[in-house]
């Protein structure tokens, strides 16, 4: 069963997935194992990246934005929504029958200072806050009721030793901010598959923390229904036994779980680090590798970590329902510096997407 429906019956979503004896695509290749996603951005779900388009739909079966439906984006102002561009990102996915993803509802990162202010510019108080939050998913999540069937509800709300972040969400609300996130997601599209989704889940204690957050959640009812491993991953980190470790521990949740931004740095800076953290990341891409391409050695470490890590997510197929790539080409990735995906800047498939290919065993 993928997202409480048979396998078969979510693929019938996605048509065309081999083209006969047409090369192998990843889409075509997993088909019987799970859904492959790839982060999207403004210039590919409008259509008009001529280098992007063809990779996308050629290879993948889901779709996530990579900006467009965060608070900042959608909901800029109180009594502004801005919904053309998630509108026309919907509409691509349904014009090429993905799986269409929502990223992401409450973050501490890009979301604009009014949320948390009330009039006199100090902390606005529970209650309006709360409000405010009810009001900006029912109004999200509800426009897209039925047609988005997945969301990352809440994104990141753990330090890395597990502890809960002290966002302004947690010390304005309180630690049940992260349950009436989910209630509210859930009142607004009952058949939506709710993900909570973090980076470094791979670490041991902030996998606990999640864990322990989780089962806290469950105990209490709360419609949670996937884990999301975002995986920014490097070259070293994590280890095949960390991601299998984490994916096994997660998996006795009983939640589906799903692989929602994968890429792997190959930048020097890089390797010291597996933080989803901006300010991080661009530490570690300064006075990077060229940003142009790899070194042939560089190329075949690449494709060897995506080999064994897809071997991991192969191992774990059976609560493994979705592995989503962070961006189409090294050129549209967050850490362009750190050539992480598997087509290059020109779009050409780099030996890590053969190695992707052939990780698939058929
Ligand atoms: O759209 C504005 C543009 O108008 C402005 O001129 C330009 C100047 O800096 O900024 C543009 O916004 C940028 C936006 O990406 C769109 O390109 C933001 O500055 C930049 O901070 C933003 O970065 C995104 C980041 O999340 C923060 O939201 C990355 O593209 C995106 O890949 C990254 O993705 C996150 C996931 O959402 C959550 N997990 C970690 C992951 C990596 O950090």
């Known amino acids: 069963m993928l997202l409480g429906l048979p396998i078969a019956g979510l693929l019938t979503m996605t048509c065309c997935s081999t083209v006969p004896d047409g090369p192998p695509t990843l889409k075509g290749v997993y088909k019987k194992d799970f859904l492959i996603g790839v982060a999207v951005n403004q210039k590919q779900y409008s259509g008009e990246d001529a280098r992007g388009n063809p990779i996308i739909k050629a290879n993948f079966n889901s779709i996530s934005p990579e900006n467009i ?214 530490q570690a891409q300064r006075g990077n590798l060229s940003a142009e391409s790899l070194s042939d050695v560089l190329q075949q470490q690449l494709a060897r970590r995506y080999s064994d890590l897809f071997g991991v997510f192969l191992k774990h197929k059976d609560v493994v329902k979705l592995v989503t790539f962070w961006g189409v080409t090294d050129a549209d990735s967050w850490r362009a510096r750190g050539n992480p995906l598997l087509f290059d800047r020109h779009g050409q498939p780099k030996p890590a997407f053969d190695a992707v290919i052939r990780a698939a065993g058929r």
């Open 69 to 282: 439906l965060k608070w900042e984006s959608v909901h800029p102002r109180p009594d502004t929504y801005l919904f053309e561009g998630p509108d026309q990102y919907v509409k691509f996915g349904e014009a090429n029958h993905m799986l269409i993803v929502g990223h992401t509802l409450v973050w501490h990162y890009q979301t604009p200072s009014w949320v948390f202010q009330g009039t006199n510019g100090q902390p606005v108080d529970r209650e309006t806050l709360l409000r405010r939050m009810h009001d900006h998913i029912q109004t999200v999540v509800g426009r897209y009721k039925g047609r988005i069937k997945v969301w990352d509800v809440v994104n990141e709300a753990l330090n890395d030793d597990g502890t809960l972040r002290q966002s302004p969400w947690m010390k304005i609300i309180g630690e049940d901010y992260i349950a009436k996130a989910f209630q509210y997601a859930h009142e607004a599209d009952p058949e939506a598959v709710l993900r909570y989704n973090d980076y470094a889940l791979e670490k041991e204690s902030k996998r606990k923390g999640a864990i322990a957050l989780l089962k806290k959640l469950q105990a209490q009812g709360v419609p949670v229904t996937a884990i999301g491993l975002q995986g920014h991953c490097n070259l070293i980190s994590p280890s095949v036994a960390q991601e299998d470790a984490a994916i096994a521990a997660l998996a006795k949740l009983k939640l589906q779980v799903m692989v929602t931004e994968l890429d792997i740095d190959c930048s020097r800076g890089g390797q010291r680090n597996t933080s989803a953290d901006i300010a991080a990341n661009a």
